[in-house]
T-cell receptor, first 114, second 109 residues
Framework: DAGITQSPRHKVTETGTPVTLRCHQT?????MYWYRQDPGHGLRLIHY???????DKGEVSDGYSVSRSKTEDFLLTLESATSSQTSVYFC?????????????FGNGTRLTVT | GQNIDQPTEMTATEGAIVQINCTYQ??????LFWYQQHAGEAPTFLSY??LDGLEEKGRFSSFLSRSKGYSYLLLKELQMKDSASYLC??????????WGAGTKLIIKP
């Protein structure tokens, strides 16, 4: 299995507080992604990174920011959490150029905003 | 807009065969993935199709028809551990992944 660790696994926070989720990989893959998963929706891309300090927005980026200062770490920050950001967040990695370039996912972070 | 359609839920019997369909309308096509996701866990890669036809991998097979915008995942000799959600995702012309909402498969003894 791809070495991807997300922390924390669970978090409860209050509306208006900042929250940072961490994704750490040991595969040296160039691409890293943050998705959210909500009932009735497909996985939705928040932000992705194609290299150190190279990031771009996904389809649901409002209210989120990211940083990638090292190949292995990709941080997702909710600047001021809202109840609509209650979700399960998945980090994923891929290395384009490999056969089919599938995504490999971390185990997810369940975030509840009260 | 871009759209991926899958049935929300399906039920099948242990030992039987089940086919999970996925239809898509996307701006361009550069491949289709199937993932399995057990409840409370991460999605895991099952298969990838980019050319028309059937790809077989043990008990699981995946079929693609690009002209019809259609794929299916075929699971044979169903086992209780196959109870999971199955996610279809299409790579569009910009190499972005478009995800379906997933099909929850319930296996009954």
């Amino acid at each position: 299995d791809a070495g991807i660790t997300q922390s924390p696994r669970h978090k409860v926070t209050e509306t208006g507080t900042p929250v940072t989720l961490r994704c750490h990989q040991t595969e040296n893959h160039r691409y890293m992604y943050w998705y959210r998963q909500d009932p009735g929706h497909g996985l939705r891309l928040i932000h992705y990174s194609y290299g150190v300090k190279d990031t771009d927005k996904g389809e649901v980026s409002d209210g989120y920011s990211v940083s990638r200062s090292k190949t292995e770490d990709f941080l997702l920050t909710l600047e001021s959490a809202t109840s609509s950001q209650t979700s399960v967040y998945f980090c994923a990695i891929s290395e384009p150029g490999q056969d089919t370039s599938p995504l490999h996912f971390g185990n997810g972070t369940r975030l509840t905003v009260t | 807009g871009q759209n991926i359609d899958q049935p929300t839920e399906m039920t099948a019997t242990e030992g039987a065969i089940v086919q999970i369909n996925c239809t898509y309308q996307t701006s361009g096509f550069n491949g289709l993935f199937w993932y399995q996701q057990h409840a409370g866990e991460a999605p895991t890669f099952l298969s990838y199709n980019v050319l028309d036809g059937l790809e077989e991998k043990g008990r699981f097979s995946s079929f693609l028809s690009r002209s019809k915008g259609y794929s299916y995942l075929l699971l044979k000799e169903l086992q209780m551990k196959d109870s999971a959600s199955y996610l279809c995702a299409v790579v569009d012309s910009n190499y972005q992944l478009i995800w379906g909402a997933g099909t929850k498969l319930i296996i009954k003894p």
